[in-house]
């Protein structure tokens, strides 16, 4: 299947303990529902590194669940391939329609290492799985010749959050594969991405403002660029205001702005100040998006 579309890294609900509370993310997943493509559950914005496996595995399950007809793409992406691979495997028997991967983290690993990480966890599920390269996170960068080598192992895409659009661009140049997806891991740069190549954008931003993301990509998808232009700069406003404070935090809280009780950020993350709060809201108003 084609990945395409606009597709938040869905937060995960937590009640006040940190313990994930379904309910809250079923009404974070109907807030979503209806504007979006697609979900990329237990991830950076997920609080995939912060949770253990079995509750991974809830969230996933969760996820699947509530999907409506949008497509999921479930992070499984952990410090050791042991974990990744009982998490993938889980995945793909709870209905995923594919996994994504940020290379192992903590400890820098040689390429051969890696490729062997990646080899292990595509023979372990039939389900297309995506290499989620993050190197800030990961410590462990992908180069384009990696990413062709695995494409030609059966990688059926990636999720490049280098946030550099010439990397995105490398990658595009190296890897020729047939069927091969690209998929953006920011909306900062989604118009020039989409331009090049990219199927779909995996956007934080589209936690909070799914409409202001899902407006913008089918005016991609007409071609009018200068409009598309525009929408994209207004994009980069409302996520400059989000980086007022830990973008992970200001997107619970701007869901509350929002009338949607998300729950609270798992620690050690804490809740933005009130005069945080204020300040952005303040200029989401002028903005009227809250």
Known sequence: MEFTGIIPPVITGFDGQGRFDPGRQRDIMGFLNPHVHGFYPC???????LMGTEDRKRVAEAVIRDKGKAYVIVHVGA?????????????????????GAIPPYYFKYPQSELLEHYRALIRAV?????????PDLSGNPISPEMLKTLAEE????????????????????KVK?????FIVGTEAIA???LDAGACGVIAGLANVFPEMLT??????????????????LRIVQARAVMKYGPTLTMTYAVLRMRGIDPGFPKAPHREIS?????????????????
């Open 126 to 134: 039939k389900i297309p799985v995506f290499l989620y390269n993050n």
């Open 154 to 173: 059966g990688l059926a895409g990636v999720k490049d959050s280098a946030f550099d659009l010439v990397n995105f661009y490398l990658y595009l140049i």
């Open 43 to 49: 991830g950076t914005y997920g609080s995939g590194p």
């Open 191 to 193: 118009q020039g991405a």
């Open 79 to 99: 410090a050791s391939t042991a974990e990744t691979l009982d998490l993938a495997r889980h995945a793909e028997s709870a209905g995923a329609d594919a996994v």
């Open 215 to 232: 407006d913008f990509y089918e005016t991609w998808k007409k071609g009018d660029a200068k409009a598309t232009a525009e929408k994209q």
């Open 274 to 290: 009130r005069e945080l709060y204020d300040r952005a809201r303040g200029e989401l108003r002028e903005m009227g998006l809250v």
């Open 177 to 181: 594969k047939p069927g091969f997806q």
